[in-house]
T-cell receptor, first 113, second 113 residues
Framework: EDQVTQSPEALRLQEGESSSLNCSYT??????LFWYRQDPGKGPEFLFTLYSAGEEKEKERLKATLTKKESFLHITAPKPEDSATYLC??????????????FGKGTHLIIQP | ETGVTQTPRHLVMGMTNKKSLKCEQHLGHNAMYWYKQSAKKPLELMFV???????ENNSVPSRFSPECPNSSHLFLHLHTLQPEDSALYLC????????????FGQGTRLTVV
C-alpha cells in the first residue's frame, strides 16, 4: 500500500525565514511525486512534478527535490502570501495509465509579517 | 481559473435527499477523478474514470454513485447520505498514459444535516 507522510504538520515562520517541508513516501514503483498548494476553501493548485531521484525543480521562492525515499520543498525568504497548506502526493505505476494520487495530510504553513 | 469547474460550490442536504455534484473540465484531458477531503485527513481517492470508463472504485459506499457521460463531464450522485459524509468533494482531471499532473477544481463543500 502506498503511503505518504508529511512533516511538520504545521510550521510558523517569520517573513524572510527560510525552511524546508518534508515528504516521506513508500510506493511500489514511483511514477511521479507531486507538490500542490491549497488555500482555505479552495482546490489544490499544482506546483511541481518530480520523476526520479536527484531531480530538482524551482519556481519563484520554492524548490522541490527528490530522493528514493523522500522529497523536500524548500522555501527561501518566504512572504506572507506563501501561507497555505502544502500537499505532497505520489502516483504509482499500475499499468492503467489513469492512476489516482495518494496524498499526505499536508503541512500548514504560516508566514508572519 | 484552473480549467476544472465544479458546481455547486456549497451544498446542504438532509439525509433523505438526493442531489448531484457536477464537474466539467476544459483542458482536453481524458481521465477524471473524484476525491474526498475531510478535516485532519488526507485527500482520499474515490473514483477514477479513464476514457469514460470507471477504472477504480476505492470501496466507496453505494450511496455515492458516479457518472461520466463524456470525457469533459463527471457527476457524483448522492442519496441517503450520513453526517460523516460532510466534506469537501474535489474533482480533478489529467491526461492518462502520460506523466502529467492532475488539475483540481475548487471543490463542493457538502454538509449533511
Amino acid at each position: 500500500e502506498d503511503q505518504v507522510t508529511q512533516s511538520p504538520e504545521a510550521l510558523r515562520l517569520q517573513e524572510g525565514e527560510s525552511s524546508s517541508l518534508n515528504c516521506s513516501y513508500t510506493v511500489s514503483g514511483l511514477r511521479g511525486l507531486f507538490w500542490y498548494r491549497q488555500d482555505p476553501g479552495k482546490g489544490p493548485e499544482f506546483l511541481f512534478t518530480l520523476y526520479s531521484a536527484g531531480e530538482e525543480k524551482e519556481k519563484e521562492r520554492l524548490k522541490a527535490t527528490l530522493t528514493k525515499k523522500e522529497s523536500f520543498l524548500h522555501i527561501t525568504a518566504p512572504k506572507p502570501e506563501d501561507s497555505a497548506t502544502y500537499l505532497c502526493a505520489v502516483q504509482a505505476f499500475r499499468g492503467g495509465g489513469a492512476d489516482g494520487l495518494t496524498f499526505g495530510k499536508g503541512t500548514h504553513l504560516i508566514i508572519q509579517p | 481559473e484552473t480549467g476544472v469547474t465544479q458546481t455547486p460550490r456549497h451544498l446542504v442536504m438532509g439525509m433523505t435527499n438526493k442531489k448531484s455534484l457536477k464537474c466539467e473540465q476544459h483542458l482536453g484531458h481524458n481521465a477524471m477523478y473524484w476525491y474526498k477531503q475531510s478535516a485532519k485527513k488526507p485527500l482520499e481517492l474515490m473514483f477514477v474514470y479513464s476514457l469514460e470508463e470507471r477504472v477504480e472504485n476505492n470501496s466507496v459506499p453505494s450511496r455515492f454513485s458516479p457518472e461520466c457521460p463524456n470525457s469533459s463531464h463527471l457527476f457524483l450522485h448522492l442519496h441517503t447520505l450520513q453526517p460523516e459524509d460532510s466534506a469537501l468533494y474535489l474533482c480533478a482531471s489529467s491526461q492518462a498514459h502520460l506523466n502529467t499532473e492532475a488539475f483540481f477544481g475548487q471543490g463542493t463543500r457538502l454538509t449533511v444535516v
